[in-house]
């Protein structure tokens, strides 16, 4: 058996390789923060993140395909926690916190993530889980939309990993962009084809006015999104999570073009295993968060070369 991804931190796929659709959950505790930068977001109890909420952290997070239909995968998440007692106690109950965010894969009579899938999720969750590709969330991701899904590439679940000033930092993107993935040169891994088979170069059609001639159809809206978890063992608070978040999302510009679009729903979270939180300098907060800024690029490749890398 691998070792742990990261201790503290269970991660959890369930994918439907048929319907092209699945869910990934990450159970804790956890602190936690969120940092949104797109504009087509489909979420649930974000607020929960924030360092003002009542709850002091979350029981889980839960990335899922489906669009918004998908979020029905966390009422399984929220059951199967239940079940087990994990909660935040109200004095009646303890309920589950589980904030989640959706990407969109849908396609016409397939199946969407629900309440069972979320169950599923959990009850493959594990500390070594380390699969990357087309797997959970990222089952039906895809890169590259400019011309429409037929001539995207496949996207999906990557990990990145860093250790700096003795903590460990692993980042894990779902990535199902509308722009390309570019290298750390500005060279396309991933994106959209022309009939040709070569990359076309998205912002390059944006700003030269040529994609409007084009004969295929324009790109639909609310159908990409990338979501990341940077997952740190440092004794970061909710305020410090927020600044690492907003440095991870950084990753996203170096490494998609165009990024946090219209069309996409791109949101970043930053989350500590560690049961208690310190004050650090920020010298430390800047430290974890380059480190997690260079993780969740690496995370973003990953999740793009997972077959090339077989």
Do not use: Q
Request: glycine fraction near 14%; aromatic fraction near 4%; charged fraction near 20%.
């Amino acid at each position: 058996m691998s070792s742990a991804v990261l201790a503290g931190l269970r991660i959890g796929h369930a994918t439907d390789a048929r319907a092209g659709t699945g869910c990934t959950v990450f159970i804790g505790p956890f602190r936690g923060a969120c940092e949104v930068t797109g504009f087509a977001t489909g979420t649930r109890e974000l607020d929960c993140l924030s360092p003002h909420h009542l709850v002091p952290g979350i029981d889980a997070l839960l990335f899922t395909g489906g669009s918004a239909f998908g979020l029905a995968a966390a009422e399984g998440v929220v059951a199967w926690l239940g079940e087990r007692g994990i909660g935040f106690d109200t004095g009646e109950a303890r309920v589950p916190i589980v904030p989640a965010a959706v990407l969109y894969d849908l396609a016409p009579g397939r199946r969407r993530p629900d309440a069972t899938m979320g169950r599923a999720a959990c009850d493959n969750a594990r500390e070594d889980n380390d699969a990357e590709g087309r797997v959970g969330a990222g089952t039906g991701a895809t890169v590259g939309k400019i011309l429409g899904r037929a001539s995207a590439s496949p996207g999906g679940v990557g990990i990145g990993r860093a250790r700096v000033a003795g903590h460990d930092i692993v980042a894990i993107a779902v990535v199902n962009a509308f722009g390309d993935i570019l290298d750390g040169h500005g060279g396309i891994l991933a994106g959209a084809r022309g009939e040709d088979g070569e990359f076309v170069n998205a912002p390059r059609l944006l700003t030269t006015g040529v994609l409007p001639a084009m004969p295929r159809p324009a790109p639909t809206p609310i159908t990409s999104t990338t979501l990341a978890a940077v997952v740190t063992d440092a004794r970061l608070g909710r305020v410090d999570l927020l600044r690492v978040a907003r440095m991870a999302s950084t990753a996203f510009a170096r490494r998609i073009s165009p990024v946090n679009t219209p069309y996409d729903g791109d949101v970043v979270f930053a989350l500590s295993t560690a049961r208690e939180a310190v004050d650090v300098a920020p010298v430390e907060v800047l430290t974890i968060g380059t480190a997690a800024a260079a993780a969740t690029e690496e995370a973003i490749v990953r999740a793009v070369t997972h077959e090339m890398r077989k």
